[in-house]
């Protein structure tokens, strides 16, 4: 029963690197979610995937692309790595059809930049 | 915009009732999260209220919504040391609303002395 996973959990990279974080789920939910969650500021959507084949734009896009690659695989990918975007990620996934369409989220992944 | 508003901690004493509080803007809001996050691990669904109903009752868990005053909360019964964590109130809305995308709080820390 694995829910949402992700990998890696730990990375530490440098700046100017890239890399990206996968995400999987096996409850054959339309939707899966990007946040990081930064100390004092909750968390913030970065994009989101309402179903397979479309992304959009969340609250904070800017410096991250994602791929919605089949329905149970949504990717996010840091294509020049900065301080700031060090944080903890976490992806999350719901399911449309049910009413109150709780968001179910992984362990997170911990992203340091120096 | 949207946002959601939370003290950010609370503590209390084995045993005692904690009540973490939550203010949102969003009128419409169909349904309304309670998330809970342990050291090092990602959101889990705690519980959850529809718009219509002003209490939900689930074992240790209550919660009270007035709407007029856009006023959430949460109390935990014979609060355990095993409920130390971080809270967080969610609302439905902000980027694609229809899709399931929640606005978080900041989170309440919640500490439980022995």
């Known amino acids: 029963n694995a829910g949402v996973t992700q990998t890696p959990k730990f990375q530490v990279l440098k700046t100017g690197q890239s890399m990206t974080l996968q995400c999987a789920q096996d409850?054959?939910?339309?939707?899966m979610y990007w946040y990081r969650q930064d100390p004092g500021m909750g968390l913030r959507l970065i994009y989101y995937?309402?179903?397979?084949?479309?992304?959009d734009k969340g609250e904070v896009p800017n410096g991250y692309n994602v791929s919605r690659l089949n329905k149970r695989e949504f990717s996010l990918r840091l294509e020049s790595a900065a301080p700031s975007q060090t944080s903890v990620y976490f992806c999350a996934s719901s399911d449309i059809w049910t009413a109150n369409q709780p968001q179910h989220f992984g362990d997170g992944t911990r992203l340091s930049i120096l | 915009g949207e946002d959601v508003e939370q003290s950010l901690f609370l503590s209390v004493r084995e045993g005692d009732s904690s009540v973490i509080n939550c203010t949102y803007t969003d009128s419409s809001s169909t349904y309304l999260y309670w998330y809970k996050q342990e050291p090092g691990a990602g959101l889990q669904l705690l519980t959850y209220i529809f718009s219509n109903m002003d209490m939900k009752q689930d074992q240790r868990l209550t919660v009270l919504l007035n709407k007029k005053d856009k006023h959430l909360s949460l109390r935990i019964a014979d609060t355990q040391t095993g409920d130390s964590a971080i809270y967080f109130c969610?609302?439905?809305?902000?980027?694609?609303?229809?899709?399931?995308?929640?606005?978080f709080g900041k989170g309440t820390k919640l500490s439980v002395k022995p």
């Open positions: 969610a609302e439905k809305g902000g980027y694609g609303g229809s899709q399931g995308n929640l606005i």
């Open positions: 995937s309402a179903s397979e084949g479309t992304t």
């Open positions: 409850m054959n939910h339309n939707s």
